[in-house]
Protein backbone atom coordinates (compact mmCIF):
# COMPACT_ATOMS: atom_id res chain seq x y z
CA UNK A 1 0.00 0.00 0.00
CA UNK A 2 0.96 3.27 -0.23
CA UNK A 3 1.75 5.75 1.85
CA UNK A 4 2.55 9.30 2.72
CA UNK A 5 3.35 11.70 5.39
CA UNK A 6 2.03 15.28 5.04
CA UNK A 7 2.35 18.58 6.76
CA UNK A 8 1.05 22.04 6.04
CA UNK A 9 4.41 23.06 3.87
CA UNK A 10 5.10 19.90 2.21
CA UNK A 11 5.40 15.92 2.15
CA UNK A 12 7.76 14.21 4.60
CA UNK A 13 7.58 11.21 3.17
CA UNK A 14 5.92 8.87 0.70
CA UNK A 15 6.40 5.21 -0.26
CA UNK A 16 5.16 1.87 -0.11
CA UNK A 17 4.97 -0.11 2.96
CA UNK A 18 3.85 -3.07 4.66
CA UNK A 19 2.32 -1.50 7.67
CA UNK A 20 1.72 1.89 9.26
CA UNK A 21 0.85 1.81 13.16
CA UNK A 22 -0.21 5.17 14.97
CA UNK A 23 -1.71 6.25 17.60
CA UNK A 24 -5.34 7.84 17.68
CA UNK A 25 -7.86 9.11 20.23
CA UNK A 26 -8.78 5.87 20.59
CA UNK A 27 -5.58 4.12 21.04
CA UNK A 28 -3.33 1.95 18.95
CA UNK A 29 -4.43 1.30 15.01
CA UNK A 30 -2.41 -0.76 13.12
CA UNK A 31 -2.71 -0.75 9.22
CA UNK A 32 -1.97 -3.75 6.86
CA UNK A 33 -2.93 -3.82 3.06
CA UNK A 34 -6.88 -4.10 2.51
CA UNK A 35 -7.65 -2.38 5.28
CA UNK A 36 -11.13 -0.47 5.53
CA UNK A 37 -11.52 2.63 4.72
CA UNK A 38 -10.78 4.96 8.11
CA UNK A 39 -10.17 8.27 9.08
CA UNK A 40 -9.03 8.99 12.62
CA UNK A 41 -7.45 11.78 14.49
CA UNK A 42 -4.12 11.09 15.97
CA UNK A 43 -3.24 11.55 19.39
CA UNK A 44 -1.36 14.82 20.25
CA UNK A 45 2.77 14.26 20.39
CA UNK A 46 2.14 10.63 19.55
CA UNK A 47 4.39 8.47 17.40
CA UNK A 48 3.66 6.70 13.63
CA UNK A 49 5.75 3.85 12.97
CA UNK A 50 5.97 2.74 9.08
CA UNK A 51 7.39 -0.31 7.52
CA UNK A 52 8.37 0.06 4.19
CA UNK A 53 8.19 -2.26 1.24
CA UNK A 54 11.52 -4.51 1.02
CA UNK A 55 12.35 -4.65 4.68
CA UNK A 56 14.53 -1.87 4.73
CA UNK A 57 14.54 -0.60 8.67
CA UNK A 58 11.36 1.11 10.12
CA UNK A 59 10.61 4.91 9.48
CA UNK A 60 9.44 6.90 12.92
CA UNK A 61 8.44 10.32 12.59
CA UNK A 62 6.79 11.97 15.55
CA UNK A 63 3.65 13.94 15.12
CA UNK A 64 1.97 16.82 17.17
CA UNK A 65 -1.39 16.11 15.91
CA UNK A 66 -3.27 15.58 12.76
CA UNK A 67 -5.25 12.65 11.20
CA UNK A 68 -4.64 9.41 9.17
CA UNK A 69 -7.16 8.51 6.50
CA UNK A 70 -7.04 5.29 5.18
CA UNK A 71 -8.63 4.27 1.46
CA UNK A 72 -8.24 2.27 -1.18
CA UNK A 73 -5.23 1.19 0.20
CA UNK A 74 -3.65 4.43 0.68
CA UNK A 75 -2.72 6.11 3.42
CA UNK A 76 -2.58 10.10 4.02
CA UNK A 77 -0.85 10.52 7.27
CA UNK A 78 -1.79 14.90 8.09
CA UNK A 79 0.65 15.94 10.37
CA UNK A 80 0.06 19.76 11.79
CA UNK A 81 3.96 19.45 12.62
CA UNK A 82 5.68 16.34 11.71
CA UNK A 83 9.48 15.76 11.43
CA UNK A 84 11.59 11.56 11.05
CA UNK A 85 13.16 10.43 13.72
CA UNK A 86 16.30 10.19 11.93
CA UNK A 87 16.03 14.15 11.25
CA UNK A 88 15.72 14.76 14.78
CA UNK A 89 18.53 17.03 16.71
CA UNK A 90 18.22 16.15 19.83
CA UNK A 91 20.54 17.79 22.33
CA UNK A 92 18.52 20.50 20.67
CA UNK A 93 15.11 18.93 21.38
CA UNK A 94 16.07 18.25 25.06
CA UNK A 95 17.05 21.76 25.53
CA UNK A 96 13.20 22.84 24.44
CA UNK A 97 11.74 19.89 26.41
CA UNK A 98 13.78 20.95 29.69
CA UNK A 99 12.20 24.36 28.68
CA UNK A 100 9.23 23.56 27.76
CA UNK A 101 8.76 21.96 31.40
CA UNK A 102 9.53 24.92 33.34
CA UNK A 103 7.32 27.05 31.89
CA UNK A 104 3.92 24.42 31.97
CA UNK A 105 5.08 23.79 35.99
CA UNK A 106 2.82 21.38 38.07
CA UNK A 107 -0.17 20.32 36.13
CA UNK A 108 -2.17 17.31 36.29
CA UNK A 109 -1.67 17.20 32.27
CA UNK A 110 1.32 17.64 30.15
CA UNK A 111 0.97 20.76 27.43
CA UNK A 112 0.71 19.39 24.37
CA UNK A 113 4.51 20.82 23.25
CA UNK A 114 5.98 18.96 26.06
CA UNK A 115 4.33 15.57 24.71
CA UNK A 116 5.37 16.66 20.90
CA UNK A 117 8.91 16.93 21.99
CA UNK A 118 9.06 13.84 23.99
CA UNK A 119 7.39 11.96 20.78
CA UNK A 120 10.34 13.30 18.86
CA UNK A 121 13.08 12.28 21.31
CA UNK A 122 11.32 8.75 21.61
CA UNK A 123 11.07 8.94 17.35
CA UNK A 124 14.87 9.87 17.71
CA UNK A 125 15.81 7.05 20.25
CA UNK A 126 13.82 4.10 18.21
CA UNK A 127 15.33 4.75 14.63
CA UNK B 1 25.52 74.50 -25.38
CA UNK B 2 27.98 73.06 -23.24
CA UNK B 3 25.40 73.50 -20.29
CA UNK B 4 22.40 71.58 -22.21
CA UNK B 5 25.21 68.63 -22.57
CA UNK B 6 25.82 68.43 -18.77
CA UNK B 7 22.40 68.34 -18.18
CA UNK B 8 21.66 65.41 -20.27
CA UNK B 9 24.13 63.67 -19.54
CA UNK B 10 23.33 64.03 -15.94
CA UNK B 11 20.08 63.02 -16.25
CA UNK B 12 21.20 59.70 -18.46
CA UNK B 13 23.37 58.51 -15.68
CA UNK B 14 20.24 59.08 -12.74
CA UNK B 15 18.04 56.96 -15.14
CA UNK B 16 20.91 53.99 -15.45
CA UNK B 17 20.96 53.83 -12.02
CA UNK B 18 17.39 53.63 -11.78
CA UNK B 19 17.52 50.85 -14.29
CA UNK B 20 19.93 48.95 -12.67
CA UNK B 21 18.11 49.21 -9.28
CA UNK B 22 14.76 47.87 -10.67
CA UNK B 23 16.35 45.05 -12.94
CA UNK B 24 18.11 44.20 -9.40
CA UNK B 25 14.67 43.56 -8.31
CA UNK B 26 13.37 42.18 -11.06
CA UNK B 27 16.06 39.29 -11.35
CA UNK B 28 15.48 38.67 -7.12
CA UNK B 29 11.49 38.88 -8.47
CA UNK B 30 12.51 35.99 -10.81
CA UNK B 31 14.62 33.68 -8.50
CA UNK B 32 11.75 34.11 -5.79
CA UNK B 33 9.06 33.07 -7.82
CA UNK B 34 10.42 29.85 -8.15
CA UNK B 35 10.26 29.21 -4.80
CA UNK B 36 6.97 30.55 -3.95
CA UNK B 37 5.34 28.20 -6.62
CA UNK B 38 7.11 25.06 -5.21
CA UNK B 39 5.52 26.41 -1.62
CA UNK B 40 2.11 26.43 -2.86
CA UNK B 41 2.31 22.84 -5.10
CA UNK B 42 4.12 22.02 -2.06
CA UNK B 43 0.99 22.62 0.26
CA UNK B 44 -1.51 21.31 -2.60
CA UNK B 45 -1.28 17.33 -1.03
CA UNK B 46 -2.21 18.49 2.45
CA UNK B 47 -4.75 20.48 0.90
CA UNK B 48 -6.12 18.28 -0.95
CA UNK B 49 -5.87 15.56 1.45
CA UNK B 50 -7.58 17.21 4.35
CA UNK B 51 -10.59 18.62 1.95
CA UNK B 52 -11.20 14.78 1.02
CA UNK B 53 -11.60 14.21 4.25
CA UNK B 54 -13.81 17.00 5.88
CA UNK B 55 -16.16 15.81 2.43
CA UNK B 56 -15.84 12.09 3.68
CA UNK B 57 -17.14 13.15 7.27
CA UNK B 58 -19.77 15.58 6.24
CA UNK B 59 -21.73 13.09 3.16
CA UNK B 60 -21.20 10.42 5.79
CA UNK B 61 -23.38 12.58 8.02
CA UNK B 62 -26.21 14.22 6.14
CA UNK B 63 -27.50 15.53 10.00
CA UNK B 64 -24.78 17.33 10.83
CA UNK B 65 -25.23 20.77 12.87
CA UNK B 66 -21.38 22.07 13.39
CA UNK B 67 -21.81 25.33 13.86
CA UNK B 68 -18.89 26.14 11.08
CA UNK B 69 -21.05 24.78 8.47
CA UNK B 70 -24.22 25.94 9.31
CA UNK B 71 -25.61 29.28 7.82
CA UNK B 72 -26.98 32.03 9.27
CA UNK B 73 -30.23 32.57 8.25
CA UNK B 74 -30.23 36.44 8.77
CA UNK B 75 -26.29 37.56 9.43
CA UNK B 76 -25.92 40.83 11.11
CA UNK B 77 -22.04 41.03 10.84
CA UNK B 78 -19.55 39.87 8.64
CA UNK B 79 -15.63 39.67 9.02
CA UNK B 80 -13.41 40.84 5.53
CA UNK B 81 -10.41 39.73 5.98
CA UNK B 82 -7.92 41.24 3.27
CA UNK B 83 -4.15 40.19 2.53
CA UNK B 84 -1.91 42.76 1.27
CA UNK B 85 1.65 43.02 0.51
CA UNK B 86 4.42 44.07 2.91
CA UNK B 87 6.43 46.26 0.53
CA UNK B 88 5.81 48.07 -2.62
CA UNK B 89 6.81 48.20 -6.13
CA UNK B 90 3.82 45.43 -7.63
CA UNK B 91 2.27 47.29 -9.89
CA UNK B 92 -1.56 47.03 -9.13
CA UNK B 93 -1.28 44.40 -6.93
CA UNK B 94 -2.50 46.11 -3.62
CA UNK B 95 -4.95 48.30 -5.57
CA UNK B 96 -6.86 45.57 -7.13
CA UNK B 97 -7.35 43.60 -3.82
CA UNK B 98 -8.54 46.67 -1.99
CA UNK B 99 -10.63 47.67 -4.79
CA UNK B 100 -12.23 44.13 -4.46
CA UNK B 101 -12.49 44.46 -1.05
CA UNK B 102 -14.00 47.78 -0.93
CA UNK B 103 -16.65 46.36 -3.65
CA UNK B 104 -17.06 43.28 -0.97
CA UNK B 105 -18.37 45.80 1.79
CA UNK B 106 -20.39 47.71 -0.43
CA UNK B 107 -22.41 44.87 -1.21
CA UNK B 108 -22.28 43.62 2.53
CA UNK B 109 -23.39 46.96 3.46
CA UNK B 110 -26.24 46.67 1.16
CA UNK B 111 -27.52 44.09 2.44
CA UNK B 112 -27.21 45.28 5.80
CA UNK B 113 -24.79 43.18 7.22
CA UNK B 114 -21.73 45.56 8.87
CA UNK B 115 -18.37 44.79 8.38
CA UNK B 116 -15.18 44.03 10.72
CA UNK B 117 -12.02 44.19 8.03
CA UNK B 118 -9.06 42.37 9.19
CA UNK B 119 -5.66 43.12 7.53
CA UNK B 120 -2.57 41.23 6.64
CA UNK B 121 0.40 42.79 5.02
CA UNK B 122 1.66 46.63 5.61
CA UNK B 123 0.44 48.39 2.78
CA UNK B 124 -3.04 47.39 3.33
CA UNK B 125 -2.36 48.12 6.87
CA UNK B 126 -1.18 51.37 5.89
CA UNK B 127 -4.35 52.19 3.12
CA UNK B 128 -6.72 51.64 5.90
CA UNK B 129 -4.46 54.25 8.59
CA UNK B 130 -4.56 56.61 5.87
CA UNK B 131 -7.94 56.72 5.88
CA UNK B 132 -9.07 56.15 9.09
CA UNK B 133 -10.81 53.10 8.99
CA UNK B 134 -10.99 50.94 11.99
CA UNK B 135 -9.58 47.38 11.85
CA UNK B 136 -10.07 44.60 14.13
CA UNK B 137 -6.69 43.15 13.83
CA UNK B 138 -3.75 43.86 11.75
CA UNK B 139 -0.47 41.36 10.74
CA UNK B 140 2.51 41.87 9.06
CA UNK B 141 6.13 40.43 7.95
CA UNK B 142 5.24 37.53 6.27
CA UNK B 143 3.71 38.27 3.53
CA UNK B 144 6.59 37.02 0.46
CA UNK B 145 6.81 33.88 2.83
CA UNK B 146 4.43 33.12 4.92
CA UNK B 147 4.66 30.24 7.09
CA UNK B 148 1.55 27.88 8.20
CA UNK B 149 2.20 29.29 12.03
CA UNK B 150 0.81 32.55 10.32
CA UNK B 151 -1.78 31.22 8.97
CA UNK B 152 -2.62 29.37 12.41
CA UNK B 153 -2.29 33.02 14.10
CA UNK B 154 -4.26 34.68 11.25
CA UNK B 155 -7.42 31.53 12.38
CA UNK B 156 -7.60 31.46 15.22
CA UNK B 157 -8.20 35.26 15.89
CA UNK B 158 -10.82 35.06 13.09
CA UNK B 159 -12.28 31.44 14.85
CA UNK B 160 -13.05 33.32 17.69
CA UNK B 161 -14.41 35.99 16.42
CA UNK B 162 -16.98 33.79 14.89
CA UNK B 163 -17.30 31.48 17.67
CA UNK B 164 -18.43 34.42 19.83
CA UNK B 165 -22.18 35.19 19.83
CA UNK B 166 -23.01 38.43 17.39
CA UNK B 167 -24.34 40.30 20.02
CA UNK B 168 -21.11 40.57 21.74
CA UNK B 169 -19.50 41.49 18.97
CA UNK B 170 -18.90 38.49 17.25
CA UNK B 171 -19.21 37.96 13.38
CA UNK B 172 -21.75 35.56 11.62
CA UNK B 173 -19.45 35.11 8.32
CA UNK B 174 -16.11 35.55 7.24
CA UNK B 175 -14.80 36.75 3.43
CA UNK B 176 -11.33 36.63 2.56
CA UNK B 177 -9.94 38.97 0.02
CA UNK B 178 -7.04 37.27 -1.94
CA UNK B 179 -4.74 37.52 -5.39
CA UNK B 180 -4.80 34.45 -6.40
CA UNK B 181 -2.43 32.85 -8.89
CA UNK B 182 -3.21 31.80 -11.98
CA UNK B 183 -0.14 31.76 -13.96
CA UNK B 184 2.91 33.91 -14.12
CA UNK B 185 1.59 36.54 -16.16
CA UNK B 186 -2.36 36.41 -14.49
CA UNK B 187 -3.21 36.63 -10.86
CA UNK B 188 -6.61 37.78 -9.88
CA UNK B 189 -8.13 39.42 -7.04
CA UNK B 190 -10.96 36.97 -5.63
CA UNK B 191 -12.83 37.10 -3.04
CA UNK B 192 -13.80 33.71 -0.95
CA UNK B 193 -16.07 33.14 1.86
CA UNK B 194 -14.28 31.19 4.87
CA UNK B 195 -17.20 30.68 7.42
CA UNK B 196 -19.96 28.93 7.17
CA UNK B 197 -17.97 26.89 5.36
CA UNK B 198 -18.21 25.81 1.85
CA UNK B 199 -16.25 22.92 0.67
CA UNK B 200 -14.47 23.43 -2.13
CA UNK B 201 -11.84 21.63 -3.87
CA UNK B 202 -8.33 23.56 -4.10
CA UNK B 203 -6.13 22.23 -7.30
CA UNK B 204 -6.44 18.80 -8.34
CA UNK B 205 -9.85 17.05 -9.62
CA UNK B 206 -11.49 14.60 -6.78
CA UNK B 207 -10.43 10.90 -7.90
CA UNK B 208 -13.33 10.16 -9.75
CA UNK B 209 -15.78 7.37 -7.68
CA UNK B 210 -18.08 7.36 -4.74
CA UNK B 211 -16.49 8.60 -1.16
CA UNK B 212 -16.00 5.16 0.64
CA UNK B 213 -17.75 4.87 3.65
CA UNK B 214 -15.16 5.29 6.28
CA UNK B 215 -14.99 4.07 9.82
CA UNK B 216 -14.31 7.06 12.72
CA UNK B 217 -11.93 7.09 14.79
CA UNK B 218 -13.53 8.02 17.22
CA UNK B 219 -16.54 9.36 16.20
CA UNK B 220 -17.80 10.89 12.99
CA UNK B 221 -18.97 14.07 15.07
CA UNK B 222 -15.48 14.40 17.12
CA UNK B 223 -13.85 13.54 13.81
CA UNK B 224 -15.03 16.54 12.00
CA UNK B 225 -14.97 18.69 15.04
CA UNK B 226 -11.19 18.26 14.71
CA UNK B 227 -11.07 19.06 11.56
CA UNK B 228 -13.31 21.97 10.36
CA UNK B 229 -10.77 24.20 12.46
CA UNK B 230 -7.54 22.70 10.85
CA UNK B 231 -9.27 22.74 7.06
CA UNK B 232 -10.44 26.77 7.62
CA UNK B 233 -6.45 27.17 8.44
CA UNK B 234 -5.39 25.31 5.42
CA UNK B 235 -7.97 27.29 3.72
CA UNK B 236 -6.13 30.15 4.57
CA UNK B 237 -2.91 28.66 4.31
CA UNK B 238 -3.36 28.24 0.73
CA UNK B 239 -4.78 31.86 0.39
CA UNK B 240 -1.30 33.40 1.84
CA UNK B 241 0.82 31.03 -0.59
CA UNK B 242 -1.03 32.41 -3.13
CA UNK B 243 -1.39 35.82 -2.24
CA UNK B 244 2.64 35.60 -1.73
CA UNK B 245 3.17 33.86 -5.11
CA UNK B 246 0.64 36.33 -7.06
CA UNK B 247 3.01 39.49 -5.25
CA UNK B 248 6.09 38.38 -6.17
CA UNK B 249 5.02 37.72 -10.09
CA UNK B 250 3.28 41.26 -10.10
CA UNK B 251 6.75 42.77 -8.74
CA UNK B 252 8.52 41.23 -11.14
CA UNK B 253 6.04 42.29 -13.90
CA UNK B 254 6.15 46.19 -12.51
CA UNK B 255 9.92 45.63 -12.39
CA UNK B 256 10.47 44.41 -15.75
CA UNK B 257 8.28 47.07 -17.41
CA UNK B 258 10.35 49.86 -15.30
CA UNK B 259 13.41 48.33 -16.52
CA UNK B 260 12.12 48.45 -20.07
CA UNK B 261 10.72 52.07 -19.48
CA UNK B 262 14.11 52.97 -18.42
CA UNK B 263 15.98 51.72 -21.20
CA UNK B 264 13.86 53.37 -23.90
CA UNK B 265 14.43 56.86 -21.77
CA UNK B 266 18.10 55.96 -21.79
CA UNK B 267 17.83 55.58 -25.52
CA UNK B 268 16.01 59.02 -26.20
CA UNK B 269 18.58 61.26 -23.83
CA UNK B 270 21.23 59.60 -25.48
CA UNK B 271 20.32 60.80 -28.79
CA UNK B 272 19.69 64.39 -27.38
CA UNK B 273 22.80 64.13 -25.85
CA UNK B 274 24.31 63.36 -29.44
CA UNK B 275 22.69 65.75 -30.71
CA UNK B 276 24.07 68.32 -28.17
CA UNK B 277 27.27 67.35 -28.80
CA UNK B 278 27.70 67.73 -32.40
CA UNK B 279 26.05 70.97 -32.17
CA UNK B 280 28.36 72.06 -29.76
CA UNK B 281 31.10 70.80 -32.22
CA UNK B 282 29.36 72.80 -35.26
CA UNK B 283 29.94 75.81 -33.10
CA UNK B 284 32.83 75.90 -32.18
CA UNK B 285 34.12 75.06 -36.36
CA UNK B 286 31.99 77.91 -37.08
CA UNK B 287 33.73 80.25 -34.90
CA UNK B 288 36.62 79.08 -35.52
CA UNK B 289 36.51 79.53 -38.87
CA UNK B 290 34.67 82.81 -38.62
CA UNK B 291 37.59 83.39 -36.36
CA UNK B 292 40.24 82.20 -38.76
CA UNK B 293 38.56 84.43 -41.76
CA UNK B 294 38.44 87.31 -39.56
CA UNK B 295 41.83 87.23 -39.10
CA UNK B 296 43.02 86.94 -42.46
CA UNK B 297 41.03 89.91 -43.59
CA UNK B 298 42.76 92.01 -40.58
CA UNK B 299 46.03 90.83 -42.07
CA UNK B 300 45.29 91.67 -45.80
CA UNK B 301 44.45 95.08 -45.20
Not at chain 1, 55 to 81: E, K, T
Not at chain 2, 32 to 39: E, S, V, Y
Not at chain 2, 137 to 166: C, K, Q
Not at chain 2, 246 to 264: L, P
Amino acid sequence: MQVELVQPEGELWSGNAEMVIARTLDGEIGLLTNHAPVIGILAEGSMVQIRPDGGGADIFAAVSGGFLSMCDNRVSILARQAELGTDVDTPNVESFLAEALRDAGAGPEEPPDVRYYRALLRAAEQS
Amino acid sequence: MGAQLRAVRRRIRSVQSTAKITRAQELIASSRIIKAQQRLHAAAPYARELTRAVEAVVSRSENIDHPLTQPIVSPTRAAVLILTSDRGFCGGFNANVLREAQSLRALLEGRRIETVTYVAGRKGIGWHRFRGREMAAEWSGFSDIPGHENATEVASSLLEAFSRPTLEGGVDEIHVVYTQFVSMLTQQAVVHRLLPLEIVQTYEEPPAGPIPMYEFEPSPVDVLNALLPWYVESRLFQALLDSAASEIAARRRAMKSATDNANELIEQLSREANKARQAEITQEISEIVGGANALADATRE
